[in-house]
């Protein structure tokens, strides 16, 4: 079969003129698509006359990955376990599988195929904690040619953007048999996400400043980028005290949201929603931090104590006036008069007096008169 006939959305097209090629295509895609089988046409015209041991095409038209193996030994592909792709999201455990194709192995001998990954930008083993990323599988040949897989599972949640490639070697009896460590090979190399996110913190109104009240609500909008899409994530967020850059406690507890979404896109724009008693926390400044998980293993964190999006401040509310009395006049001895009452009374007594001695003046001088 192998050089004959390629296929490619169930049907055999004769390749006669292509009999050097030992190929076959994997077609997972879900209709035909005659400008798909033209593309690889051409592609394997075009290498034809070269010695290329592997050839791996992702057609952009494909719902799933359609691969172009040369079949000699060393022809691999490297791919996440759960989405099947070389993109792998960096997660803190994650499984590569790496699929190596053989032929011309005994039946029934025993092989054992060692992988190692290696840091393309280095050239070097790829290192987590410290220690290489190694596995090995120990298989049976049925036939001649075939396939088996060598699986590598490790923390992955600090390679974003990197590029890993697989190396593998073929052992029989304990001898090297067979290698393939080609690090420009892009069939052996998985090329990490690099999710991001970027987050503003408000009251629902939009307001920064927020009036502490007994019922208090923080809408916390996360934009995320470079998710995987079709794929369910969680974000938790914490709310952080910024002069401590510890968590806040409402009545003893840490203040807490949750969201659950399915990621239509690889960009996707979510809310958190913290519902807390804010009446104690007049003056605080309060900072979001947010964890992204799926399955229940981190993707990222977004845990800035010092950035202005991710922080709201409850305002000083004032203290109500109290009215003031007005000043009291100041104490002396005796009795103080009123004013206009004391002064008009003794004015009255002062000219009652002066009536008076003005008619016993007038008597007087009268009966001096007569007598005289």
């Known amino acids: 079969m192998f050089g004959k006939k390629y296929f490619s959305f169930g049907n055999e097209i004769e390749i006669e003129r292509f009999l050097n090629f030992k190929a076959i295509i994997f ?50 592909l490297v791919f996440d376990q759960e989405t099947e792709t070389q993109t792998p999201s960096p997660e803190e455990e994650i499984t590569l599988v790496d699929t190596v194709y053989y032929e011309n192995l005994t039946p029934g001998r025993e092989y054992t195929v060692k992988g190692i990954l290696m840091d393309k930008a280095t050239n070097k083993p790829l290192l987590i904690d410290g220690k290489k990323v190694e596995a090995e599988t120990t298989f049976t040949a ?17 390679l974003a953007g ?37 987050s503003s913190a408000t009251d629902q109104a939009g307001n920064k400043e927020i009036t502490p009240e007994k019922q208090n609500k923080i809408v916390d909008t996360v934009d995320c980028s470079d998710l995987i899409p079709g794929k369910e994530y969680t974000m938790d967020g914490t709310l952080m005290d910024k002069s401590t850059g510890k968590p806040i406690l409402v009545n003893g507890e840490e203040v807490h949201g949750k969201t659950t979404f399915i990621s239509t896109n690889s960009t996707e724009v ?16 309060v900072v979001v931090y947010e964890i992204l998980s799926r399955n229940g293993k981190q993707v ?18 004032p203290a109500p006036e109290i009215p003031q009395k007005p000043d009291q006049p100041e104490k002396r001895s005796g009795i103080l008069p009123k004013t206009g009452y004391i002064y008009s009374v003794g004015g009255t007594i002062l000219g009652a007096i002066l009536l008076v001695l003005s008619v016993l003046f007038y008597l007087r001088k009268k009966r001096q008169n007569s007598t005289y």
């Not at 719902?63 to 193996?69: A, D, F, G």
């Not at 090979?185 to 998985?190: A, F, H, I, R």
């Not at 809310?271 to 007049?282: G, I, N, P």
């Open 27 to 76: 077609d997972f895609s879900d209709e035909k698509n005659e400008e798909s089988i033209g593309q690889i046409c051409a592609l394997l015209r075009s290498i034809q006359n070269r010695q290329i041991p592997f050839v791996f095409i992702l057609l952009k038209e494909s719902t799933k990955i359609e691969r172009l193996i040369y079949l000699e030994f060393g022809a691999t």
């Open 142 to 158: 049925e036939k001649s040619t075939g396939e088996v897989e060598v699986l590598f599972t490790f923390k992955a949640k600090d």
């Open 162 to 198: 990197k590029e890993v490639v697989a190396f593998e070697n073929l052992y029989a009896d304990g001898r090297e048999v067979a290698t393939h460590s080609d690090i420009n090979d892009p069939s052996q190399t998985v090329k990490f996400l690099t999710p991001k996110m970027k």
């Open 270 to 285: 979510v809310e958190v929603l913290f519902d807390l008693d804010a009446s104690e926390l007049a003056g605080k400044e």
């Open 300 to 317: 990222i964190t977004h845990e800035d104590i010092d950035d202005l999006d991710q922080t709201v401040k409850f305002v000083d509310v």
